[in-house]
């Protein structure tokens, strides 16, 4: 592995005097669910944890789930080992957001306007119940922590914000994009607060960690936490890639151009009339109609709109190569899925799982997203297949070190750090 991070130097860190961790002192709250689970475990198995609050459920092993549930909820129910009596999931939030996306457009706002609004109301929620809990260490997720963040104060509480993207103004410089709601520019305001409140910010990745130090947050108060993935054993053990006519390139999420779906056509489609041989994959929803002639026009692409988590696994196995050369993306889970598989990946610089590749050299590929750097790379890949094959011992070793097992010793070994 690299060098550690400057930000994760503890000579950067604030001298400010902070709270002991001591046991049942900490609540992880979250609005919905991303990797809040995972932390609030880390926390739970050294005996930190004072309560987990989530809008989405889990459960711990062998509990049963509620008898009114649906089943396919039930079925998405994430398992894991944190007591029932140190969790609460009001179901408020979940029946909210449904509830609101049946509404009609003009009456529900801009895409992302619904899960802002539920991320509020959590937010005022758990803020309610601060005082009552009284932690001595608050950790709170980026849009759900104003109001948290002041009752933490208020109780003398140590303030976690875990931030999931980069800083938004460097976000929208990086996109060329303008506000262009009054809603957005609300929601701004709110994140400025929070990330001001916040005695430590925890990022995805350094990528994102540099953003918010770009943008002017003390270097002090920012420490980039890598994330993690982890596949049933049964499928690590079983992944190998299906033989085939040509290499394959899969491309795994929601079909945007923030993931550079068009310069990733774009590339293909030059690769094709120079005569190279491929298949590439598409799995996911495609959320930028504009796209569909792009995909229907280039030559050797399969689209599958949908498809259960397991069955992506074996997809990801059985691919040659990963795409995710976004135009930005804090982390990009999908990296170390594939990994996890065995599958290395061509990123971009601006993907926060490039790190990654960084610390595991021969994992993968790092690419400018641009049409011209996507083609000229996987262009030496097709001309040179027995690379791809070469990068599967690296990207397996990648995953073993970006496993949700090391996320939560990281995580721990970092708390630790600061809060004593």
């Known amino acids: ?206 990528l994102a960690a540099e953003s918010y130090v770009a943008e002017g947050v003390p270097a002090s108060k920012v420490r980039p936490l890598m994330l993690g993935a982890e596949l049933p054993a049964q499928q690590i053990a079983t992944a190998f890639p299906s033989p085939k006519k040509a290499p394959r390139f899969l491309f795994a999420g929601t079909l945007r151009r923030l993931k550079s779906i068009d310069l990733i056509l774009q590339a293909f489609d030059r690769l094709a009339r120079e005569g190279l041989a491929y298949e590439l994959h598409f799995v996911g929803d495609l959320a930028d109609p504009d796209l569909a002639p792009l995909l229907q026009g280039t030559p050797h692409v399969t689209h599958l709109p949908g498809v259960p988590q397991k069955e992506l696994y074996a997809l990801m196995a059985q691919a040659d190569c990963l795409l995710l050369p976004s135009r930005f993306d804090s982390f990009g889970m999908v990296v170390a899925e594939a990994m996890a598989c065995g599958t290395p990946a061509l990123v971009s610089t601006c993907t926060g799982a490039k790190a990654m590749i960084e610390q595991t050299p021969g994992s993968g590929w790092i690419v400018a997203p641009e049409a011209d750097a996507i083609h000229a790379e996987v262009r030496a890949l097709l001309l040179d297949p027995a690379r791809l094959a070469g990068a599967r011992g690296a990207a397996r070793r990648a995953a073993e070190l970006f496993s949700w097992a090391c996320y939560r010793a990281r995580a721990a070994a970092l708390l630790s750090e600061v809060l004593h």
């Not at 400057?6 to 049942?24: H, Q, V």
């Not at 029932?84 to 996306?101: D, E, K, N, S, Y």
């Not at 509020?120 to 009552?132: E, V, Y």
């Open 1 to 206: 592995m690299s060098a550690p991070h400057p930000m994760n130097d503890p000579a950067l860190m604030t001298s400010t005097p902070f709270p002991r961790l001591t046991p049942g002192s900490v609540l992880v709250a979250h609005p919905m669910l991303q990797h809040s689970h995972q932390l609030a475990l880390a926390l739970h198995e050294r005996g930190w944890l004072k309560a987990y609050w989530s809008g989405v459920p889990v459960a711990a092993p062998g509990e049963a789930t509620p008898f009114w549930m649906p089943e396919h909820f039930r079925r998405r129910i994430k398992t894991v080992d944190i007591p029932a009596a140190l969790r609460r999931h009001p179901m408020r939030f979940q029946l909210g957001l449904r509830a609101g996306a049946k509404l009609p457009p003009a009456v529900r706002g801009a895409p992302g306007d619904l899960e802002h609004r539920i991320s509020h109301w959590f937010d005022t929620w758990t803020a309610h119940r601060i005082a009552a809990l009284r932690p001595q260490v608050v950790i709170a997720y980026e849009n759900a922590a104003y109001h948290t963040f002041a009752a933490a104060k208020a109780v003398g509480a140590f303030c976690v914000l875990d931030a999931a993207s980069l800083h938004h103004r460097f976000k929208r410089r990086l996109l060329q994009e303008q506000l262009d709601t009054p809603f957005n520019a609300k929601v701004n305001r709110r994140k400025d607060a929070e990330v001001e409140r916040a005695d430590l910010v925890l990022t995805c990745s350094p």
